[in-house]
């Protein structure tokens, strides 16, 4: 905002001096617009980083080991990885295989 001196008119009329927005409205709706666009992008970027699987483990089950011990092999080597194997979270992978 500015204050605008006072002036004359063309037909000679005097106009007070006041204060005056020295930007158009133009101005801000295009700036709103485009902002809000940018962050909406920006938004959705990062949900889709997040979201993406980084980890390198492989997708076993109880059903690609043939014994409970070949099993527990693998949940005891890396129990972040396999911690599907063990489903009751008791520390004992795949208890339904045989020994």
């Known amino acids: 905002m500015g204050y605008r001196r006072g002036y004359y008119k063309k037909d000679g009329t005097y106009v007070q ?3 005056v927005n020295s930007r ?4 801000y709706d295009k700036k709103s617009k485009s902002g809000c666009l940018g962050t ?3 938004m959705a970027l990062l949900i889709f980083i ?3 699987d980084d980890s390198n483990c492989e997708s076993k089950t109880c059903s690609d080991f043939s014994t409970q011990s070949e099993a527990q092999s693998a ?3 890396d ?3 396999f911690g599907n194997l063990d489903a009751d979270n008791d520390g004992i ?3 339904n295989l045989p020994n």
């Open 75 to 77: 949940y005891n080597n």
């Open 93 to 95: 992978a795949c208890e």
């Open 17 to 19: 001096g006041h204060y």
């Open 79 to 81: 129990p972040n990885c």
């Open 24 to 27: 158009n409205k133009k101005f």
């Open 40 to 42: 909406l992008l920006l």
């Open 50 to 52: 997040s979201c993406s």
